[in-house]
């Protein structure tokens, strides 16, 4: 069983219960209830004391990150019925509530990916029926909890129309936006973004009249030149960075993956 050709990055959680025992049939979408990009989202989900997972996590940036292989039950809907048959998604947000938006590019971003889990298991036609008999489920169904959200959850039958008109098409499904270089003071931090670029020499010019950072799509410092993860989780251990809460604040106003650094600095521990 393969996982999507879209992933742009591969943060596992060790939160789920190994091996499905049922076919793919259903696809579970919910709401992060924040705004977030994928590589944070999916750190959420790194503790073994969250108890939950995704096994996609799409982010307010649009990144879509690995959680849980497809071939694993993720812990997401609270009901091992639907876990078991489902591919879950968790969706970043362009607002907090009381409607927590999506923001156009992330939906699109999202209809691509339930195409290509469709198209990869067999699942045609892609059905929203308000109930656990279609394809696509909420998470409201099986908990009580306002998920996937206002809007979101008014998206259902408009996001199962436009997968299954791509998927009668064979339209391709679209690329991630790869050239782009975002201007930011954390790449974490969607709100401070002053521009979006094709041309890198255009980001830098403007990361330097603002005295910021330029990211690629997958979050990389790429001006000023950024350290490694293996140079930042040694300086981790020589205390450069603090220790708890305030290390991986630190790191994370600084345009790095905490989580990525931690599992590097436990290694080099061991």
């Known amino acids: 069983m393969s ?30 209830a924040g705004v977030i990009n994928g590589r944070n989202l999916a750190g959420i989900f790194v503790p073994r004391s969250r108890r939950a997972s995704a096994n996609y996590n799409l982010g307010s940036d649009g990144v879509i990150v690995l959680g849980v292989d497809e071939a694993n039950r993720a812990w997401t809907t609270s009901s091992s019925w639907c876990d078991n048959r489902a591919v879950t998604i968790e969706v970043g947000n362009s607002t907090r509530g009381p409607q927590w938006l999506v923001s156009d590019y992330v939906l699109n971003r999202l209809i691509d990916l339930v195409t290509d889990i469709c ?13 656990k008999d279609g394809v696509l489920q909420k998470h409201e169904w099986y908990k009580s909890t306002n998920c996937p959200g206002p809007y979101l959850g008014s998206k259902f039958s408009y996001i ?49 009249r603002f005295r910021l950072k330029v990211f690629d799509a997958n979050g990389k410092i790429v001006y000023p030149v950024g350290k490694t993860i293996d140079q930042l989780a040694r300086e981790v251990i020589s205390g450069k960075w603090g220790n708890g ?26």
Request: glycine share 6%; hydrophobic share 25%; proline share 3%.
């Open 119 to 131: 198209r990869r298991n067999g699942i045609y036609p892609c059905t929203y029926t308000g109930g």
């Open 160 to 208: 199962a129309n436009e997968v299954n008109k791509r998927l009668s098409g064979n339209n391709t499904v679209s690329k991630p936006t790869s050239g782009l270089y975002r201007v930011r003071r954390s790449f974490s931090d969607v709100k401070s973004q002053k521009g979006a670029f094709k041309n890198l020499d255009n980001a830098k010019r403007c990361a330097d």
């Open 3 to 32: 996982n999507s050709p879209l992933v742009q990055a591969t943060i596992l959680s060790p939160n789920h219960s190994g091996r499905r025992n049922q076919k793919i049939t259903k696809i579970a979408i919910h709401h992060a």
């Open 245 to 270: 809460e305030e290390r991986k604040r630190r790191l994370t106003n600084d345009g790095y993956n905490y989580y990525a650094v931690q599992r590097r600095v436990n290694e080099l521990i061991k």
